[in-house]
C-alpha cells in the first residue's frame, strides 16, 4: 500500500515536498510514479523514478521546479516542488509498478495507488 502525504496551501512561488510511503518490504523493486488530477481534467503524468533511483523523468510542465528522489531504507519517494503556480493546483497521486516498463507516462501501467494528497497553489 501506498500512502501520499505533504499537500496542502502555499502562494504561487512557494515550496512544498509531497511524500509516497510504502508498507511494502519489497518497495526498492518498484518505479514509482506521480500523477496529478485538477478538477474536471483527466489525470496527468508528473515525475516517475526508477527503482534504484538513478533514473527519473518529468512531465515538460514541471522541469526544472520539481524533483523526484528516493530513500529506499525509508520505504518513501519524494517529490519536491519549488516556484509552485496556480496551474499545478491538484490532487497529486502516488502510483508503482514493479520492475521497468517504458509506459511509465501512462497511469494504467501502475499496479499500486496511494490516495492523494490536495495541493492548492494561490495567487
Known amino acids: 500500500q501506498l500512502q501520499a502525504s505533504g499537500g496542502g496551501l502555499v502562494q504561487a512561488g512557494g515550496s512544498l515536498r509531497l511524500s509516497c510511503a510504502s508498507s511494502g518490504r519489497t518497495f526498492s523493486r518498484y518505479a514509482t510514479g506521480w500523477f496529478r488530477q485538477a478538477p474536471g481534467k483527466e489525470r496527468e503524468f508528473v515525475s516517475n523514478i526508477n527503482w534504484s533511483g538513478d533514473r527519473t523523468y518529468y512531465a515538460d510542465s514541471v522541469k526544472g521546479r520539481f524533483t523526484i528522489s528516493r530513500d529506499n531504507a525509508k520505504n518513501t519517494v519524494y517529490l519536491q516542488m519549488n516556484s509552485l503556480k496556480p496551474d499545478d493546483t491538484a490532487v497529486y497521486y502516488c502510483?508503482?509498478?514493479?520492475?521497468?516498463?517504458?509506459?511509465?507516462?501512462?497511469?494504467?501501467?501502475?499496479?499500486?495507488w496511494g490516495q492523494g494528497t490536495q495541493v492548492t497553489v494561490s495567487s
Open positions: 502510483a508503482a509498478f514493479l520492475g521497468y516498463r517504458s509506459d511509465y507516462l501512462d497511469p494504467g501501467a501502475y499496479d499500486f
